[in-house]
Nanobody, 116 residues
Framework: QVQLVESGGGLVQAGGSLRLSCAAS????????MYWYRQAPGKQRDLVAG???????NYADSVKGRFTISRDSAKNKVYLHIHSLNAEDTAVYYC??????????WGQGTQVTVSS
């Protein structure tokens, strides 16, 4: 079973920055794609950033230019660098990975709260 564990969330002032981490139990090179999602209370879980094995990245319009997804294969980690935080970024952030033929792994989430 693949396990993903997020960390790095916290309370940050608007305009601040965070780096979220997602640690995988296996080599992230085994994944076909990795993603960051977020979910605010009462809202759907939305994709904010992702990349595929071939190197293609994508970002939600609301985070383009502010969020960057990256990885460190040696540490089995994927990161989400967040800048210029605003209130709309407040949510639980989840990492996810696609692998095998049709498998999706999810982390437990890490809370990001932006104060003004």
């Amino acid at each position: 079973q693949v396990q993903l564990v997020e960390s790095g969330g916290g309370l940050v002032q608007a305009g601040g920055s965070l780096r979220l981490s997602c640690a995988a139990s296996i080599s992230i090179l085994s994944f076909d794609a990795m993603y960051w999602y977020r979910q605010a209370p009462g809202k759907q879980r939305d994709l904010v950033a992702g990349f595929r094995k071939g190197g293609t990245t994508n970002y939600a319009d609301s985070v383009k230019g502010r969020f960057t997804i990256s990885r460190d294969s040696a540490k089995n980690k994927v990161y989400l660098h967040i800048h210029s935080l605003n209130a709309e970024d407040t949510a639980v952030y989840y990492c996810a990975a696609d692998y095998g033929l049709a498998y999706r792994a999810w982390g437990q989430g890490t809370q990001v709260t932006v104060s003004s």
